[in-house]
């Protein structure tokens, strides 16, 4: 009896220290090929939202700090753009007045491409794998300003800014403090995903690799 209660014993421990072990292995392997999954859709968003803004900055020369007012420019507003009417390559034409430029509207939706949004540009504002990471839709952060250029020109900037908990705040809560702190303290980075700063003309350039 004694001989069998053993055994079963044994076999829970070995059970045991299979699972430790291959816990052990694959959450790392779990935590980055799920990391790797969102990250991609995050950074499609972030980019989505930076076409968004260029083609706002191109009609008013500033970006806008407001979700509501860039996704109605995009569903509402549209662009001017210019057409020459005759060819300029005409001498004759062009000394007669025959050749002159004249603007044209198009709108916005028709002059921009965004991928990531599945149909609906209210989705523009919105996180990807927030409800999985935090139980609820989260927005990015986005913010703007002006700042002078070295040669005292002043621009707009623009940052918009999604935090890793945000969207990866669900996964193995110790993989994720190493993690955040490789970004941080190792790398010097942000903790997390953006396009732009609030204090240095970027072009709106993504932090993640590749960009």
Known sequence: ????????????????????????????????????????????RLKDIRTAQRAYRNKYLK??????????FVQKDSLTFERAIGSEDDSVAVAEGRVHREQFHVAVKDTIELFSLGGDINNLRYIPGSVEATGSLQQFQMDTASI??????????LEVFAKYPTFLG??????????????????????????????????EAGNWDGE
Not at 63 to 72: E, H, M, N, R, V
Not at 148 to 157: F, G, M
Not at 174 to 187: A, K, P, S
Request: hydrophobic share 45%; proline share 3%.
């Open 63 to 72: 970006f806008t700090p407001s979700f509501d007012s860039l996704i109605a």
């Open 170 to 203: 669900d996964l193995d809560k110790q993989e994720l403090i190493n993690f955040r702190d490789y970004q941080v303290n190792t790398l010097n980075r942000a903790d997390g995903l953006k396009v732009g700063s609030l204090t240095a003309t970027t072009n």
């Open 148 to 157: 002078e250029t070295e040669s005292r020109v002043v621009v707009p900037v």
């Open 1 to 44: 009896m004694k001989k069998i209660l053993l055994q079963i014993i044994l076999l829970v421990a070995i059970g045991a220290l299979v699972w430790w072990l291959y816990s052990l292995f694959n959450t790392p392997l779990e935590f980055e090929r799920i990391r790797k999954e969102r990250e991609a859709k995050v950074v499609e």
